[in-house]
Structure formats: structure tokens, C-alpha cells
């Protein structure tokens, strides 16, 4: 009973292996496959930002 | 039997015993959120306003979300709070430039007194072990402190340990004449209810949807009722098949609505004309079948398990079609992350391109201070790298940032992809993955790892002359400070850490040197922020924190809670030294007339270093009682700048010398005063015996007065001063009618009527709080 979650996860994967495949020839589509130039220096910059603080102390 | 009737106890506002957090716990898909549903339903019967949120993966990582989710809806009260009202709204918007942790769990605990003032208060948390850990913080400090207010806390939870609770209810499939009987209840024929509860498999919640899915002829019983789906296959088969009920273009429609996390319906249609299909007009079926709820811009599924069924609807090659298609529609800068996680469900293998992105996004994940997103996001950047040196160079950045985090056990689950820190096989890996894991592995086992090449890692000596790269400078200067710990040389312990230190797991090592300084609280409250530690008590420096935290209350005078010291088998023996005597020093303070040369083990150090050498002459002059050593001690502690080490020596010499018959009233004071200057109270009662003359009788103790808890003797105390039960309120961070709660107690328990006949009462023999 305790694993009967998994199982459902496990059968509906299970069935969507010989489910209908519209888009099979759009899933390897190079284009777009990656972060643009703009958004790789977004993230970069972002990192490289100093970091915020977690909620610290527990002085009561 | 778990059955939400428990929670009536907790209803009974009129009884001060009632438990007031109740925690509901089970294994997935035992009806837990079903439970806190009626649960809170029956609450609301009973008058309470409820307040609901739940836990969720996704938003573990921020900060006072959950608290955000269960008081913003009380704006009109957080309004007339005025100044604390504002500190909590600031928070919840993310606009404070800081976050103030005492200011927002008094902000709370005002906030939830003055909601429940108006009506009682109940706050149900579904899986609250996904709350973000700063909501459970403030949440746990606020109820501590609003035990006399109407305030119901229930939650649910996968573990019993999630959050602290009164009365914790475990939740296991309920036998099938339970579930036969409640649904015979709510009106369901007899015969469908067996056919309902043997489907449902014991889950409540199951049992409940599947009676919701019959006709109003087949819940009468007046007409068959078909096999139900049982779980597993066929309850995939039978969600799927009303999905497919819907049409094929409404269920490709309804596969990409299920892989756009965030519902955006404008991303969805976007995707939807990247695969050429028709626009969003296609869901309007699965809308008016209740599949999908659509408000305003946003689609949700409110049922999960259909958002699983649909999203599997198609092929996996589709599906990867899908979130191909719709990490397309992200193109702006700050969209990237989203970008990045449909490229990731777009993804048929290996690809060092996204396992790049994905360490940028972990990367920011960590600036934020969202630790456990961060873990997982470089743990999937890993798994993605396809050459062995990007997963190297990746590998090696994860550790260094999940260590920095303070996520020590998701470190050792990172370092089990190399095969363990400790599992001999660093050679041939690059020397800043090296570094990483052999300073997981330490940290874990207490035990050295072996790294190459000393001269760039291991034996860096000094800032600026280190070579490797940042990973090597950590383990060296991690080595460094717990070295310099252990022998007490604070100060470079502490120059080599940071003051005060950047990782949450260098606050162990920062508060042994700060002790080992004097600075006993500066100590305490490092060792209260070491969460990090304190989350891993089976590794090694968990343990630490153990010893640690138990020597310093002891310190504090709390002989009680050094006292439950504990070690597992496996412990590193320098720790079971330092335990040892911990718990010998505890005996010592336990029993002021307990000669010190019986416990030997109390000056117990097997380490190196001058903090060793003074424990070795303490021990050889108490147990031969020769003043010469102690006074040898006493210099060799005052020279190193060791004060509790020499204050403790100083009280030994005393000890000896009494003996002898001598006054020993100077020293004994000085003694004193000097661990005094360090906050240590543990000695208190040994340096009084020996400054009272022998036949003198022992401090009157009150025995009821020993009878209040801690919370009642710090109110006692606080209304002695002659404070206003509003004033100590406000100095104990409690709410006024906890005050007075514990005030009633109070007077029942040391039968007194009044404050004056309380303030009289507590001046004449009641012990102190942390010296009890």
C-alpha cells in the first residue's frame, strides 16, 4: 500500500513509452537548444553578485 | 486510529492542558492532507478562523514563504500593528534590505496574539516539512510564546520529527470498514461504499474523489456500480482515459499545459503554435470537465494526479518536443532559468552546454541563499556533464558551494558520484576536486584525507601563500582552525575561519575558540545558529556540535542538559576524550563536595598544544594535590590567554589549599570573578562551599519554587523586579496572556495570592534560571 503513489507514477510512464508521438520529429530541434548570449551574461552577472544573508540568528 | 476527531481535544480551549500543536504524519498517500481538511473544517465549526498553506518543493527556498502564505490574508490586523505590522509586510515583499530574525518572530507572535484576540486562531500547514525553514523557525518561536492564547497549530507531515508538537497523530491506511463506514455517512449506499473503500486502497482522500466520480443513481444504489480502477495501472488507465475522453487535440494541449510549471497561459499558447497546434480554445473542454481551472492569465490542475496523467499522455519524445517548445518562448535575460529547466525536460542525454547553464542558475540559487535549490541544481548540472573534465570542474564547484551552504549531507551525496571522499580514489582527479572531497570527508569522519601534492594543498600555511585554487584554501584553512581549536589558540583559530565565519559549518570550530577565549556567549549564540551542524548528528561534526554545545551549558550552569551527552559507537576517540570529560566536569558541578582527584577524566585532553599542557598539570596537581603544578597551570593559562582554564585551575589550587586548612576566601574570589567575567555559573555552587565556613547550613532551596519550569521561573523572576505582567511580557518576548497563564500557575504552585507576597517568596531561597 505504501508504494501504490509510485506505482500509478510507474504505470503512467510505463504507457506513455507506446503512447502517440506528434512532435517526436520537433524534439532534437537544435535551434533553441541553448541559453542565448544575453541570458548566459544574466546568470553570470547574477552569480557573481555578493550573496544575501539567510534569516540568521535565534537570539530569544 | 487517526481520525481528525483527535484534534477535539485541541478545541477545548477551556481545558490549559490541550495540546496546541497537533502533527499529523504518515507514508505518502495515507490521507494526510484529507485529515488536516477535516480537521480544519471541524475547527471552523468550532468558531476558529482558519489560516491554510502548504508546503512545496519549489518554494522550500523562500524565505518566510509559508508564514507570507498564512498572515497575509490578514491584512486589516497587520495594518493596525503599526511598526511590527510594517517589518512583517516588508519581509513578505522581499523589499527589507535585511532580515532582522528577532524582529520578525516578535512582529509574528503579535501578529498571531491580536488575530486570535478577535476569534480563535487555527493554522494548518499541509507537508510541512517542505516550509521554507525560516517560516518553521519564527512559526515554533511565535507558538512557544502564545501558549495561554486561542491559537490551533495542525500540520502534516511526512515524518513525526518535522516540527515540534503536543500530540502527534500517526496516519496509516485506514482499515476498509472505516473508510466502508465514513462514506455510508455522507449518504453513499451501502454497496458502492464497499466498491469505493476497496478501490481507495485505505486512503481517505481516495475513497472520498472516487464516491465524487459516481452518478447520483450509482451513490443511491439504484444502479450498478462498475469495477473501480484499483491502484496502480489501472487508475493510470482510468485518469487517463478521461483525459482521452476529451479528444486528441485538447490532450496534446493539455500534455504542454502540464510541462509549463508555472500555468502561464500566454507560454502555453506561445508553445502551442511552435508545434503547430491549434490556440488555447482547445482546453475549454478540459475546463468545463473540471481537468483544468483557468483564472485570469494562470491554468492549474487542481487535481496533481491528473496533471501526471495528462503529462503523460504523449511520448517521451513529445513530451521532450513540449518543453522544447516552451523553453523557446523564454527569451528574456532574466527568464534564463526558465529557460534552463525546459531545456533540461527537453534534454534526451548528456550535454555539457546545459550543464553549464544549469551550474549558473544553481550559482545564483546560492547567492540568494536558497541552499537546497542550489544542491539540486548543481546535483543535476553533474548528472548532465558529458565530458569527465566539465563533471569534474562542475563536481568540484557543487561541493565547494554546497559545503559553503552548510548542506553537509547533500555534500557527501555529490562526493558518492566519485565514488566517496573516503574511498581511496582521489588520485587522478584534479586537485580542487580533491580538496572538495577530502574536506567533505573530513568534516564527515573527522579522519585526514590524504591529498597530493602538500605543497598546494595540505600544508598551506598562510593567507596569500597558498597555492591551488579556492578549494585547496578552504581545506587548508579549515585545517588550520579546527587545529588551532584543539590546542586553544583561539586566535588563530579564529583568523583562520573568519570572524565571524562566512560557513555555516565553521561556527562549530568558531565556538570552541571562542570559549576557549571567554567568550562563552558570543559562543552560545554561534552554536545557535550552527543549524547546519545540528542537522548532522551522525556525522562527525554533528558529534562535535554535540560535545560543544553540551560543554557550554554546562558552563551556563545547565548541568542537566550536559548530562544527556551521548556519543554513538563509531565516534572519534579525541571526541569521546572531550565527552569524557564534559561529563566528569558535569559530575564535579552536580556535587560540590565531590573531591576533583576522583574524577581524573575531567581534565582529559589527548590533543596538542598549550590548551592540553594546562589540563595535564590541573590533573597531576589535583590528583597529587600539588599547588606547585596548579600555580604552573594558572601561569601557563594566563600566558596563553586561556581565562576559564585558568579561573577553573585558580578554583583548584583553592580546593587544595582548603584542605589544608587554609584560607583559601581571596582565591576562591578571584576564581570567581574571573569565570564570571566569562559566564561561566557552572562552579557557582563550589566556589560557594568553599567561601562558606564548614558547619554553615546549605542555601535554603524552596522546593516548590523548584517545582516551576522554566518558563514559570523566568515570569516569577520577571514579576519580582516588580514588573508589569505587560513589562515582562515584553522583556521575555511573550504575549500578555501567557504572562498570565504562567502567573496563575505561579500562584497555585507556591500557593501565594499576590506579587508582593511572590516578590518575598523568590528572595528567599529560589534557585536562578539556568542555575537550577
Not at chain 2, 40 to 50: D, I, L, P, R, S
Request: with cysteine.
Amino acid at each position: 500500500m505504501s508504494d501504490w503513489w509510485q506505482e500509478v507514477e510507474r504505470a503512467l510512464q510505463e504507457r506513455s513509452e507506446g503512447a502517440p508521438d506528434p512532435w517526436a520529429h520537433l524534439a532534437d530541434d537544435p535551434e533553441g537548444a541553448e541559453l542565448t548570449a544575453e541570458q548566459k551574461a544574466f546568470l553570470q552577472q547574477l552569480a557573481d553578485q555578493p550573496g544575501i544573508g539567510r534569516l540568521g540568528g535565534d537570539d530569544d | 486510529m487517526a481520525d481528525p476527531a483527535d484534534v477535539g481535544a485541541a478545541l477545548d480551549l477551556s481545558d490549559p492542558t490541550r495540546p496546541r500543536r497537533v502533527l499529523c504524519h504518515g507514508p505518502r498517500g495515507a490521507g494526510k492532507t484529507w485529515w488536516l481538511a477535516a480537521a480544519a473544517k471541524q475547527a471552523e465549526h468550532h468558531g476558529f478562523t482558519v489560516a491554510r498553506t502548504a508546503g512545496r518543493a519549489s518554494d522550500r527556498d523562500l524565505p518566510l514563504g509559508a508564514l507570507a502564505g498564512l498572515l497575509l490574508p490578514f491584512g486589516a490586523e497587520l495594518d493596525r500593528l503599526g511598526s511590527h505590522g510594517e517589518v512583517l509586510r516588508r519581509v513578505f515583499a522581499f523589499t527589507a534590505d535585511s532580515t532582522d530574525a528577532v524582529g520578525v518572530k516578535v512582529a509574528t507572535l503579535k501578529a498571531l496574539s491580536a488575530i486570535a484576540d478577535r476569534a480563535p486562531l487555527c493554522l494548518a500547514i499541509d507537508d510541512i516539512e517542505l516550509v521554507d525553514t525560516s517560516s518553521r523557525e519564527v512559526l515554533d518561536a511565535a507558538l512557544a510564546r502564545t501558549t495561554a492564547d486561542p491559537i490551533l497549530f495542525l500540520a502534516t507531515s511526512a515524518s513525526p520529527g518535522a516540527f515540534p508538537a503536543d500530540s502527534v497523530v500517526r496516519l496509516d491506511p485506514l482499515p476498509l470498514s472505516e473508510i466502508r463506514a465514513m462514506l455510508v455517512e455522507r449518504g453513499i449506499a451501502a454497496g458502492a461504499s464497499e466498491r469505493c473503500a476497496v478501490a481507495s486502497a485505505g486512503n481517505p482522500g481516495v475513497a472520498v474523489a472516487m464516491a465524487d466520480g459516481l452518478s447520483d443513481a450509482q451513490r443511491a444504489g439504484t444502479a450498478p456500480v462498475p469495477d473501480l480502477p484499483r491502484l496502480g495501472g489501472e487508475l493510470a488507465d482510468e485518469l487517463q482515459s478521461r483525459l482521452r475522453a476529451l479528444g486528441e487535440t485538447s490532450c496534446r494541449a493539455l500534455v504542454v499545459a502540464a510541462a509549463a510549471d508555472g500555468g502561464d497561459l500566454g507560454a502555453i499558447g506561445a508553445a502551442l503554435g511552435r508545434l503547430g497546434e491549434p490556440g488555447l480554445e482547445v482546453l475549454e473542454a478540459a475546463e468545463e470537465a473540471g481537468v483544468v481551472e483557468i483564472v485570469g492569465t494562470r491554468l492549474a490542475f487542481p487535481d496533481p494526479w491528473m496533471r501526471h496523467a495528462a503529462y503523460h499522455l504523449l511520448a517521451p519524445a513529445s513530451r521532450r518536443a513540449a518543453h522544447r517548445a516552451l523553453a523557446a518562448g523564454f527569451t528574456e535575460a532574466h527568464e534564463a532559468a526558465s529557460r534552463v529547466w525546459h531545456l533540461v525536460g527537453a534534454a534526451s542525454g548528456p550535454s555539457d552546454s546545459l550543464a553549464e547553464s544549469l551550474a549558473l542558475v544553481a550559482a545564483d540559487a546560492a547567492r540568494r541563499g536558497a541552499v537546497s535549490t542550489s544542491a539540486h541544481t548543481y546535483e543535476r548540472a553533474v548528472e548532465f556533464a558529458a565530458s569527465p573534465a566539465v563533471r569534474d570542474s562542475l563536481l568540484s564547484t557543487a561541493l565547494r558551494s554546497v559545503i559553503d551552504g552548510g548542506d553537509l549531507a547533500h555534500a557527501l551525496r555529490l562526493a558518492d558520484i566519485v565514488g566517496g571522499p573516503i574511498a581511496g580514489t582521489l588520485s587522478g582527479l584534479p586537485l580542487e576536486l580533491q580538496c572538495a572531497l577530502a574536506d567533505v570527508g573530513e568534516l564527515a569522519t573527522g579522519r585526514t584525507v590524504a591529498v597530493p601534492n602538500p605543497t598546494r594543498a595540505d600544508s598551506a600555511p598562510k593567507e596569500g601563500d597558498e597555492g591551488g585554487g579556492p578549494n585547496a584554501r578552504r581545506l587548508a584553512s579549515r585545517r588550520r582552525g579546527w587545529t588551532a581549536a584543539a590546542a586553544g589558540d583561539h586566535r588563530r583559530a579564529i583568523a583562520a575561519v573568519g570572524d565571524p565565519p562566512a560557513a555555516p559549518l565553521d561556527l562549530v570550530v568558531w565556538a570552541v575558540a571562542s570559549r576557549h577565549a571567554g567568550r562563552t556567549r558570543e559562543a552560545r549564540e554561534a552554536l545557535a545558529r550552527a543549524d547546519a551542524a545540528a542537522r548532522v548528528p551522525w556525522l562527525h561534526l554533528g558529534q562535535w556540535y554535540g560535545v560543544v554545545d553540551a560543554d557550554l551549558e554546562l558552563l551556563a550552569g545547565r548541568q542537566a542538559d550536559a548530562s544527556a551527552l551521548t556519543l554513538p559507537v563509531g565516534a572519534a576517540p579525541a571526541l569521546r576524550t572531550q565527552a569524557s570529560s564534559v561529563l566528569a566536569r558535569a559530575r564535579l558541578m552536580a556535587d560540590p563536595s565531590l573531591d576533583p582527584a576522583a574524577e581524573p577524566t575531567a581534565w582529559a585532553d589527548d590533543g596538542e598544544g598549550v590548551l592540553a599542557e594546562v589540563r595535564g598539570l590541573v590533573r597531576a596537581g589535583v590528583a597529587m594535590a600539588d599547588t606547585d603544578l596548579l600555580e604552573q597551570a594558572i601561569s601557563l593559562a594566563d600566558k596563553a590567554r586561556l581565562p576559564i582554564e585558568a579561573g577553573e585551575a585558580r578554583l583548584w589550587r583553592a580546593t587544595v589549599e582548603a584542605t589544608r586548612g587554609n584560607d583559601v576566601s581571596d582565591a576562591v574570589r578571584l576564581a570567581h570573578a574571573t569565570l564570571q567575567r566569562c559566564g561561566v555559573r557552572g562552579w557557582d555552587a563550589r566556589c560557594a562551599a568553599l567561601l562558606a565556613p564548614a558547619p554553615s547550613a546549605p542555601r535554603l532551596v524552596d522546593p516548590a519554587i523548584t517545582g516551576l519550569s522554566q518558563s514559570e521561573l523566568r515570569v516569577a523572576e520577571a514579576v519580582a523586579e516588580g514588573l508589569t505582567n505587560r513589562e515582562a511580557a515584553a522583556k521575555l518576548y511573550l504575549s500578555v496572556k501567557t504572562v498570565d497563564f504562567h502567573l496563575q500557575q505561579i500562584y497555585r504552585k507556591l500557593a501565594v495570592r499576590s506579587r508582593t507576597e511572590l516578590a518575598v517568596r523568590m528572595t528567599t531561597g529560589a534557585p536562578t534560571v539556568g542555575n537550577r
